[in-house]
T-cell receptor
Framework: NAGVTQTPKFRVLKTGQSMTLLCAQD?????MYWYRQDPGMGLRLIHY???????AKGEVPDGYNVSRLKKQNFLLGLESAAPSQTSVYFC??????????FGQGTRLTVV | GNSVTQMEGPVTLSEEAFLTINCTYT??????LFWYVQYPGEGLQLLLK?????DKGSNKGFEATYRKETTSFHLEKGSVQVSDSAVYFC??????????????FGKGITLSVRP
């Protein structure tokens, strides 16, 4: 009963490095999302996907790219990490306008 | 666009106190409304939801009623416990013109309950 699984859970990057965060869900959900959570800012939507092969920009997409090659996976990429991308990243999935299920989060520090 | 406004925090209460966390929303259509809870070091979990006007969502002693006339979805609990200490997020979901459904969150409020 895994639900939504994010890897890795923690990561430290140097400025300019790249990395990919993986989100996997086993609930056959069509919709998947990437959010970032920062103190005092709540949750902000980075990118989302409404189905395999589709992606769309959210509220704060700059500096990130995503891919949804398989229905169960949603990847978030940072091509050139910046200190402003230090945050906790959450992946979620849902069936349209029903409730979303969240992963445990990835704590990313860019130094 | 859609938006969710939550009352400012943090909130500190004594055990067994009454809790109200205000949430108002702006939406163009008929959204579904949610309260999520985030315990320390964890992801968000759905606490309760309501999908149409006058619906009341409830779970674990928490309640919230979907009030279309005041565009509100306030969270209440009659007697809080130390274990209720967490961050609470109000959220809405609406199918937009492009048939996409996105969750819009409030900024969250931290609740601390002292023994």
């Amino acid at each position: 009963n895994a639900g939504v699984t994010q890897t890795p859970k923690f990561r430290v990057l140097k400025t300019g490095q790249s990395m990919t965060l993986l989100c996997a869900q086993d609930m056959n959900h069509e919709y998947m999302y990437w959010y970032r959570q920062d103190p005092g800012m709540g949750l902000r939507l980075i990118h989302y996907s409404v189905g395999e092969g589709t992606t769309a920009k959210g509220e704060v997409p700059d500096g990130y790219n995503v891919s949804r090659l398989k229905k169960q996976n949603f990847l978030l990429g940072l091509e050139s990490a910046a200190p402003s991308q230090t945050s906790v990243y959450f992946c979620a999935s849902s069936i349209r306008s029903t409730e979303a299920f969240f992963g445990q989060g990835t704590r990313l520090t860019v130094v | 666009g859609n938006s969710v406004t939550q009352m400012e925090g943090p909130v500190t209460l004594s055990e067994e106190a009454f809790l109200t966390i205000n949430c108002t929303y702006t939406a163009t259509g008929y959204p579904s409304l949610f309260w999520y809870v985030q315990y320390p070091g964890e992801g968000l979990q759905l606490l309760l939801k309501a999908t149409k006007a006058d619906d009341k969502g409830s779970n674990k002693g928490f309640e919230a009623t979907y009030r279309k006339e005041t565009t509100s979805f306030h969270l209440e609990k009659g007697s809080v416990q130390v274990s209720d200490s967490a961050v609470y997020f109000c959220a809405l979901s609406e199918i937009s013109a492009g048939a996409n459904s996105k969750l819009t969150f409030g900024k969250g409020i931290t609740l601390s309950v002292r023994p």
